[in-house]
């Protein structure tokens, strides 16, 4: 079962959060579902380049808060003190017609984040690096940083084979069936020349993690001007 549920919706009645918190009544709550979608797909369009592993949305009435979490937070808000954000957010503002906060948060441990590792392998899937380099060396920085464990699956026309088949590779422990186990689940499309290869990517951290490699937090909020 671990393998056909997603494991982060399957822990948020224990230790996860959902990535939507805001209420709605019947009537309104899919258009804020596609609004929300809307505001995730820009934000990975504008910000591909800046490690983006989640996008956490809230809502106060009209107002929008939009957090996001991302490894390289200068990529984000530009050389230029703030203006690239600026500029997302009167374009999620234009496209939401509500009002827009961006709250920048830096993520640490990327090397042991899910969706960071399964981003990196597929960019390097699109750069033709040998999978199985490209598996074993995040799973070796992974294991460096301190995690339990680490699971690796890829699934496509890997190396240009004419038959799609499945490649995964773990090491250490990653216990999908035992909800009280912190897993961070993450997964990206490497888009080639013969189509698309999918990589998910398990990693199981201990509940009291600390990244090995550590740099100094960084958080910075954008809101609009009065």
Do not use: C, H, M
């Given at each position: 079962m671990?393998?056909?549920?997603?494991?982060?919706?399957?822990?948020?009645?224990?230790?996860?959060?959902?990535?939507?918190?805001?209420?709605?009544?019947?009537?309104?709550?899919?258009?804020?579902?596609?609004?929300?979608?809307?505001?995730?797909?820009?934000?990975?369009?504008?910000?591909?380049?800046?490690?983006?592993?989640?996008?956490?949305?809230?809502?106060?009435?009209?107002?929008?808060?939009v957090n996001i979490f991302t490894a390289r937070p200068g990529i984000v808000i530009g050389r230029k003190g703030g203006n690239d954000v600026d500029q997302l957010r009167l374009e999620l503002a234009r496209l939401t017609g509500k009002e827009i906060y961006l709250e920048i948060h830096e993520v640490r441990d990327a090397d042991a984040n899910a969706q960071l590792v399964a981003e990196s392998i597929a960019q390097q899937i699109e750069r033709r690096v040998a999978l199985r380099r490209a598996i074993k060396r995040a799973q070796k920085i992974a294991m460096d940083m301190g995690v339990d464990g680490i699971k690796v699956r890829c699934c496509g026309r890997i190396n240009n084979a004419e038959i799609a088949r499945v490649e995964w590779s773990k090491e250490g422990k990653v216990p999908l069936h035992t909800m009280r186990a912190n897993i961070d689940y993450g997964f990206a499309e490497a888009h080639t020349t013969v189509g698309r290869i999918g990589v998910k990517v398990w990693i199981c951290k201990r509940d009291d993690f600390q990244p090995t490699r550590t740099s100094g937090p960084r958080r910075k909020s954008h809101a609009p001007n009065a």
């Open positions: 671990g393998q056909k549920v997603n494991p982060i919706g399957f822990r948020i009645v224990l230790d996860k959060q959902w990535r939507s918190r805001w209420y709605s009544d019947k009537r309104n709550f899919g258009a804020l579902l596609a609004e929300d979608q809307i505001i995730r797909d820009t934000v990975s369009k504008k910000l591909a380049n800046a490690a983006v592993s989640k996008v956490v949305i809230e809502r106060y009435a009209n107002r929008v808060r």
